[in-house]
């Protein structure tokens, strides 16, 4: 239990920043599975990942991510985070979970799907699902209901299997106390802070610095390094040159009627007898019987709405059963099929779908109408250009490789055909050059890129590529003379360090020798300061986020004030004592205690499925390609 607590004390601020990132995980699919080797990211137990899969979730996951930093995200801190690998064990956490789901044969069913989907809020008006809400939310996201379906289809699927993966796990209110307890515990410290910035007159020897790096040659080694020229070709260079005639205008309009119909929508009203998917006979006959009596009601003339209100068990009951106005899409097949078979005004026999049995009343139909060729001409002459220009960038793209092909250098071709040629600097394949859209599949294609050859036209997402190398440089160990002055800072640094180390030991030896806090602080001219109080979670006052440091405060008492050694932070070394302690009281657990059961029960699911991934994958064949990010 302890470590439990102590594995999640320390993991405070990556659920902070990668909370949102599961719902990346565990809500959107990533698209195709299939695609051509060469594109291929990883394999896991034959199953493939292609670059666009890759592409696509490292791309959402920046954008989860970027909702907690806003603009302090760079491409730095996404590099701290790993992103990149965050992206990838994810797309392999997905498969395996989605495998597994398959044998042990998990199935969602479209009951299931349904009551999913009209659960979501945000396809709700006032608490209801609202069909147009539903279509809007999806067409505003470049959804189409099939694959927002098949994609909550799939959600549901790996939410069966982490129930039946973490089922089991149960948190009893001893453990719940204990953890309270545990965490809300807060203490508040005496500290002494030695910085190296204390010591600034410390300098080195030549001779000092020479044997300083023959020791450590091995940390100063550089990467494999590449500089490349390449050529870009985007498409908006040759949006001027991506004349679009009236007749191509004309035969696209012909072409492609659905893009210019609005398609026929109806308003409707209706009255739900539900029936469940494993009824009987008996109880669907029922039921049905229920709705031919209401049927009988509303023909007789009786009030549509004020029926639905009174007998309808729908979700729009209290709008008298009213739906608004939909396109076909957006009901189910039986319930569409027949509501847009109706006029206005009529009112339907039952029918019968997944969800019980309907009567319809049609209180309008709104028929299909096209958008006239003159309205969509522009919007069409937009579209055909930015296709254009994407063409003829392409086609000029492979008059370069042709003529690189025959022997030319891609030089000689940029200069004769007036194309700007970018030379990078060295870069590594952790650290791809900047000014390029998909910075790793850039680096990957130069590091596979054979000497001497130009690269197949590359599509990065920005524009086409033409890669050639202009030199290599192999890992190596540097003289010390290129790289001098690192090397006389870090020993610099670590001299400063170590006289920062030896006052703070001598500093903790005068308390623990019983001297007062004052008293030992005046030797070197310090003045203790106080943290307040603070909980192991959180970052300590006027220190920061010093885990060694929170986890030792918390082995302190009054009787054993002082820790057995001093703590190097991220900014210098630390002697602390201990000065008060609170104890959260029962009536506060009492209060809290149904939420802290719910939270640990997260985290130990959280455990469970976790642990259950690793077992899978250690258990798996997993093969990622070189130059990606491996789990």
């Given at each position: ?226 500089k490349v020229r390449y050529v870009k070709f985007e498409p908006k260079t040759w949006v001027s040159q991506a004349e679009i005639a009236d007749d191509e205008i004309q035969a696209y309009y012909d072409d492609h009627p659905d893009e210019f119909q609005e398609a026929k929508t109806v308003e409707a009203r209706h009255i739900l ?359």
């Amino acid at each position: 239990m302890l470590s439990l607590m102590r594995k999640h004390a320390t993991s405070w601020l990556i659920k902070i920043i990668l909370g949102a990132i599961v719902v990346v995980f565990v809500l959107w699919g990533v698209g195709s599975w299939t695609s051509q080797r060469s594109n291929m990211v990883a394999t896991v137990n034959g199953e493939m990942i292609t670059a666009d899969d890759y592409r696509v979730a490292y791309k959402r996951l920046i954008e989860q991510v970027r909702q907690n930093f806003g603009n302090s995200l760079n491409d730095e801190l996404i590099k701290t985070l790993q992103l990149d690998k965050q992206a990838l064990n994810q797309l392999i956490d997905k498969i395996l979970m989605r495998q597994a789901a398959s044998k042990l044969e998990l199935r969602v069913s479209d009951q299931e799907l349904v009551q999913s989907i009209r659960s979501i809020s945000a396809f709700q008006n006032a608490g209801v699902f609202d069909p147009r809400r539903y279509q809007g939310v999806l067409n505003s996201n470049d959804l189409t209901p099939e694959a927002f379906e098949m994609s909550q289809k799939d959600a549901l699927l790996l939410e069966k299997l982490n129930n039946l993966i973490t089922g089991s796990v149960k948190v009893s209110d001893h453990e719940a106390m204990t953890w309270y307890m545990w965490n809300e515990a807060m203490v508040n410290l005496d500290f002494f802070l030695l910085e190296a910035d204390r010591y600034p007159d410390i300098s080195v020897t030549a001779e000092e610095t020479q044997t300083y790096f023959e020791s450590r040659k091995e940390s100063y080694k550089t990467e494999p390094a590449l500089k490349v020229r390449y050529v870009k070709f985007e498409p908006k260079t040759w949006v001027s040159q991506a004349e679009i005639a009236d007749d191509e205008i004309q035969a696209y309009y012909d072409d492609h009627p659905d893009e210019f119909q609005e398609a026929k929508t109806v308003e409707a009203r209706h009255i739900l007898i539900e029936v469940d998917q494993e009824a009987d006979t008996d109880a669907v006959a029922a039921a049905k019987k229920r709705i031919e009596d209401v049927l009988q009601k509303a023909r007789a003339g009786e009030d549509f709405a004020e029926l639905a209100k009174q007998y309808s068990e729908g979700p729009s009951k209290d709008k008298g059963g009213y739906l608004g106005t939909f396109k076909r899409e957006a009901m189910v097949k039986p319930f569409a099929d027949k509501a847009f078979s109706m006029k206005s005004g009529e009112i339907s026999d039952p029918v019968k779908t997944q969800f019980g049995w309907h009567l319809i009343k049609v209180e309008n139909v709104n028929e299909a109408t096209t958008t006239p060729l003159a309205d969509a001409k522009n919007d069409i002459r937009k579209k055909l250009a930015d296709e254009r220009a994407k063409q003829l960038a392409y086609d000029a793209a492979e008059s370069v490789f042709d003529a690189a092909f025959e022997g030319r250098s891609l030089e000689e071709i940029a200069a004769d055909e007036q194309l700007t040629v970018h030379t990078t600097d060295f870069f590594t394949r952790q650290e791809p050059p900047k000014g390029v859209s998909d910075k790793a599949g850039f680096a990957k294609a130069a590091f596979d890129l054979p000497e001497d050859q130009v690269s197949e036209i590359l599509d990065l997402g920005d524009g086409y590529y033409l890669l050639e190398t202009v030199a290599k440089q192999a890992a190596r160990i540097p003289e010390l003379a290129e790289v001098e002055e690192k090397v006389k800072a870090d020993l610099i640094n670590e001299k400063k360090n170590e006289k920062a180390k030896t006052d703070a030991e001598a500093l903790l030896s005068a308390l623990k020798d019983g001297g007062t806090i004052e008293a030992a602080g005046k030797k070197f001219d310090l003045t203790p300061k106080s943290t307040g109080f603070f909980k192991r979670n959180d970052p300590i006052p006027n220190i920061g986020l010093e885990r060694e440091l929170s986890r030792a405060a918390f082995e302190l008492s009054e009787k054993n004030s002082l820790p057995q050694e001093v703590f190097q932070g991220a900014k210098g070394f630390y002697v602390i004592k201990f000065k008060q302690r609170k104890t959260p009281a029962m009536e506060e657990f009492e209060k809290e205690k149904d939420n802290v059961k719910e939270r640990l029960l997260q985290q130990k699911r959280s455990e469970t499925l976790r642990a259950w991934l690793e077992q899978k994958k250690n258990s798996s064949e997993i093969i990622v390609e070189s130059g990606y990010s491996e789990s």
